[in-house]
């Protein structure tokens, strides 16, 4: 059998702890320990950024235009509209021309609420509108309803009865062809507008689409200086060979990416 040592082992005897007596009349010492600060909210109003629970959660937070562009937004040239043209869509009074495309023609229009809109009709709507152009108009109503985006156009409505027809946002700070021609950004007037664009044309493409059509005449000025995409005439889902390939040109020359050509 094994033996066993059976000697006491030397080690640190303990003492008992005594315990501590308060004096009477004093409060129990306690034991505080560290805990992390946790703000109370101020009550202030919350700081605006730019950005929205509705968009997709990876938006960049980017920063407002200067306040000092606003002065350069580009007046929006308007030209009445014959009588014969106010009521040709139910529920629309159209009321002035904002401008024309080689496609469409651009009207400003009040509609039954009585809120100011932007209506895009056929460019020549006394001849016979053929199937291409009403294939044409569905198409980019169909990219355009599902892009909802603080720097993209505001889709609202569409229809081709009694005429093809596509109601958006009224746009009413003019467009960055316009700005351009009458100012020179600086840097700091520049950059967020960039960085905005770039935004929406990114939030595009991960909707797969794509504009095929950037350039400044379609990026749109609210009156406070937000930028906006618009047009989406010749634009395709990445996926789809769309009619758009096949009708008209894809895109403008002098801003074209190269792989258009």
């Not at 980017?62 to 014969?84: A, F, N, Q, R, W």
Request: hydrophobic share 35%; glycine share 8%; with cysteine.
């Amino acid at each position: 059998e094994p033996v066993t040592d059976k000697r006491p082992r030397k080690g640190k005897r303990k003492e008992p702890v005594a315990a501590s007596v308060e004096p009477k009349g004093t409060k129990p010492k306690t034991e505080t320990k560290a805990t992390e600060t946790v703000e109370e909210p101020s009550g202030e109003a919350e700081v605006d950024v730019w950005g929205d629970e509705d968009y997709m959660d990876d938006e960049l937070p980017l920063p407002p235009p200067p306040e000092d562009l606003k002065e350069h937004l580009g007046i929006i040239t308007m030209e009445k509209v014959p009588s014969h043209m106010k009521n040709i869509l139910p529920g629309y009074i159209i009321t002035d021309k904002l401008g024309s495309g080689g496609f469409a023609t651009v009207y400003k229009a009040i509609n039954k609420d009585g809120d100011g809109v932007a209506i895009k009709l056929p460019k020549f709507l006394d001849e016979t509108i053929d199937s291409s152009v009403l294939k044409k108009f569905q198409a980019e109503a169909d990219i355009w309803r599902k892009l909802k985006h603080k720097n993209i156009v505001t889709f609202l409505d569409s229809n081709i009865r009694p005429v093809p027809y596509m109601t958006i946002e009224l746009m009413e700070g003019g467009n960055l062809d316009g700005l351009l021609k009458d100012h020179r950004l600086s840097v700091k007037e520049a950059k967020p507008l960039i960085l905005q664009i770039l935004d929406g044309l990114s939030y595009a493409h991960r909707m797969a689409c794509v504009h095929r059509d950037i350039k400044p005449e379609n990026i749109l000025f609210t009156k406070d200086g937000v930028p906006k995409i618009a047009d989406w005439g010749i634009g395709k889902f990445m996926a789809d060979e769309s009619v758009s390939q096949s009708i008209g040109t894809k895109g403008t020359f002098s801003y074209a990416a190269p792989e258009q050509f």
